[in-house]
């Protein structure tokens, strides 16, 4: 069964304060791990897409990274209107691409205090 | 705004009740997912439908049921319903062409009481 755990569980961080969070997972033939960010009571928000070990992508004040085990979620100076819960999810399915879903972590819910 | 809209925003009803949520995906997008999040499980993958047909299901009850029509809409019919159905549904769509990622619509929050 495809798992995913992300840590911390929450943090708390200075504005300014730069730190990284992490998503591991567990699962057959990965097809494409996800980084969403939730704001409370919203849907989630797409932030980047990696398929293979060694991919990085950049938004901003985030950048994520992908090794064959897990990925992190580095932000670099954050303001306070990037606390938020940020979802890891993986994809896995068919390589048609018709017929998947994405199993997600439980989050880490991030707080950027001024 | 990710183009994904969800019908109603919030429901209230009573145990036993059966209630239908609806979703209209993003222009172009022949797929739908639902979810179902809860405090204590997090975002979980019910089921998905591609272009009209059901193409993989996850940790849907047997009472929640869904269709995709063929203007792309897509609905969740959930019935028979428990205290421990309460939860925010989500409906995300995808183009699933030169991508696989998952836009998600606001969400409908359902209280069973």
Partial sequence: EDQVTQSPEALRLQEGESSSLNCSYTVSGLRGLFWYRQDPGKGPEFLFTLYSAGEEKEKERLKATLTKKESFLHITAPKPEDSATYLCAVRTGNSGGSNYKLTFGKGTLLTVNP | ?113
């Fill in chain 2, 1 to 113: 705004d990710s183009g994904v809209t969800q019908t109603p925003k919030h429901l209230i009803t009573a145990t036993g009740q059966r209630v239908t949520l609806r979703c209209s995906p993003r222009s172009g997008d022949l797929s739908v997912y639902w979810y179902q999040q809860s405090l204590d499980q997090g975002l979980q993958f019910l089921i998905q439908y591609y272009n009209g047909e059901e193409r993989a299901k996850g940790n849907i009850l047997e009472r929640f049921s869904a269709q995709q029509f063929p203007d792309l809409h897509s609905e969740l019919n959930l019935s028979s319903l428990e205290l421990g159905d309460s939860a925010l549904y989500f409906c995300a769509s995808s183009p699933l062409t030169t991508s696989y990622e998952q836009y998600f619509g606001p969400g409908t929050r359902l209280t069973v009481t």
